[in-house]
């Protein structure tokens, strides 16, 4: 079984529609993190959380919120939609007490805004 | 905050040669530098990592260089097979306090049999 699901997998949403992606984890990390994968600017950093009561901003936050709801779920939504949106999103978990900084990363899910 | 640039964009190599990826960084405080290997479909998985306090690393067929007084590091994969074709990430980050990652752009590497 996957350490690190994703679910959808795949979604096509329209412009202005309220839309959540989820995240869950069975590697009982403390650390986890929402990725934006783009064609040519690689992966970009929307929010991070590294415990249950802590949440942070990465590089793109805007038009974009999260919630994690336990130490194994983290959910990134998108309040209203936009075609710009249009993306691959991965979330990613570590370990925090681990001497090594290695993310583990769900298998993606791409999202379609028309 | 961090900016790392990876280069090239794309890569082909025949089956058999080594392949080379290059990033450089511009924080100084970044003292751990892993790559990341992801297959098409699937989200990027950690193949070998690099920390400030050592210049090589080796791992098989893989090695990783860093230079931090030039604020570089390199990607060495020899005797390519065709399984290497993938997008290969490096990334950017500090193992004190905010341990976030900063990632380069990818490199699309294609092996030709």
């Known amino acids: 079984d ?4 994703q679910t959808p997998r795949n979604r096509i949403t329209k412009t202005g529609k309220r839309i959540m992606l989820e995240c869950s984890q069975t590697k009982g990390h403390d650390r986890m993190y929402w990725y934006r994968q783009d064609p040519g600017l690689g992966l970009q950093l929307i929010y991070y959380s590294f415990d249950v009561k802590d949440i942070n901003k990465g590089e793109i936050s805007d038009g974009y919120s999260v919630s ?47 | 905050g961090e900016n790392v640039e990876q280069h090239p964009s794309t890569l082909s190599v025949q089956e058999g040669d080594s392949a080379v990826i290059k990033c450089t960084y511009s924080d100084s405080a970044s003292n751990y530098f892993p790559w990341y290997k992801q297959e098409l479909g699937k989200g990027p998985q950690l193949i070998i990592d ?22 570089h ?9 065709p399984e290497d074709s993938a997008v290969y990430f490096c990334a950017a980050g500090s193992n004190f306090g905010n341990e976030k990652l900063t990632f380069g752009t990818g490199t699309r590497l294609t092996i030709i049999p």
Do not use: M, W
Not at chain 1, 2 to 5: F, I, L, N, P
Not at chain 1, 81 to 109: H, K, M, V, W
Not at chain 2, 50 to 71: C, H, M, P, Y
């Open chain 1, 68 to 114: 994690r709801q336990a130490q194994a779920k983290f959910s990134l939504s998108l309040e209203s939609a936009i075609p710009n949106q249009t993306a691959l999103y991965f979330c990613a978990t570590s370990n925090g007490a681990s001497r090594d900084n290695e993310q583990f990363f769900g298998p993606g899910t791409r999202l379609t805004v028309l």
């Open chain 2, 73 to 81: 590091f390199s990607l060495h994969i020899t005797e390519t097979q």
């Open chain 1, 2 to 5: 996957a350490d690190v699901t």
């Open chain 2, 50 to 71: 690099i920390r400030s306090n050592v210049g090589e690393k080796k791992d098989q067929r893989i090695a990783v260089t860093l230079n931090k007084t030039a604020k």
